[in-house]
């Protein structure tokens, strides 16, 4: 079955305790983002990647940090988390050329004490 | 910087009445518009991607519309399963990130 699937799917964790958030896909896309979705401002884009070693910042990457070393995988990596980073994180891939449509994960929920 | 938003906020629909959810959008160049829809604690699954104002496609009770400015979800004859929050997203030419707009929180109530 095509999916994307992260981990874990609940976190509670207290403020600057390291943490990463895997995300897989098994659609051999070329293109990764992740999103975070809070009330009232909706998804809003963290990092993308398009290939393999390549990344880039989206609209509110501050905090963040990503790494893409194989095709399939993009944990999302919050080194010092803060209260502010609560929210609801969803994974999302698809082929990268063209305005194709992305598939996302079930979503992370975490919670920064 | 490309912006989207969508209206109403929310909308609750008596089963098999028939409504529309906006989507304006300002973007510099547009490569695609999607839609999605949402349930509650789920991720966005795809609905639509439309490429050109007066391009229109069909899914089921939904019918999605495009202009140079704004998009239109058409429900016909909803039934309440179609409950869902129902998101657009723009993607512009000149990059690889997209936009969402912060959604349309449906009910259809039997």
């Known amino acids: 079955e095509a999916q994307v699937t992260q981990n874990p799917r609940y976190l509670i964790t207290v403020t600057g305790k390291k943490l990463t958030v895997t995300c897989s896909q098994n659609?051999?896309?070329?293109?990764m983002s992740w999103y975070r979705q809070d009330p009232g401002l909706g998804l809003r884009q963290i990092y993308y990647?398009?290939?393999?070693?390549?990344?880039d910042k989206g609209d509110v990457p501050e905090g963040y940090k990503v790494s893409r070393k194989e095709k399939r995988n993009f944990p999302l990596i919050l080194e010092s988390p803060s209260p502010n980073q609560t929210s609801l994180y969803f994974c999302?891939?698809?082929?990268?050329?063209?305005?194709?449509?992305?598939?996302f994960g079930p979503g992370t929920r975490l919670t920064v004490t | 910087e490309d912006q989207v938003t969508q209206s109403p906020e929310a909308l609750r629909l008596q089963e098999g009445e028939s409504s529309s959810l906006n989507c304006s959008y300002t973007?510099?160049?547009?490569?695609?518009l999607f839609w999605y829809r949402q349930d509650p604690g789920k991720g966005p699954e795809f609905l639509f991607t439309?490429?050109?104002a007066g391009e229109e496609k069909e899914k089921e009770r939904l019918k999605a519309t495009l202009t140079k400015k704004e998009s239109f979800l058409h429900i016909t004859a909803p039934k309440p399963e179609d409950s869902a929050t129902y998101l657009c997203?723009?993607?512009?030419?000149?990059?690889?990130?997209?936009?969402f707009g912060p959604g349309t929180r449906l009910s259809v109530l039997p």
């Open positions: 999302a891939s698809s082929l990268v050329q063209g305005p194709y449509e992305q598939y």
């Open positions: 973007v510099s160049g547009l490569r695609g």
């Open positions: 659609m051999n896309h070329e293109y």
């Open positions: 997203a723009v993607q512009d030419n000149y990059g690889q990130n997209f936009v």
């Open positions: 990647s398009m290939n393999v070693e390549v990344t």
């Open positions: 439309l490429y050109s």
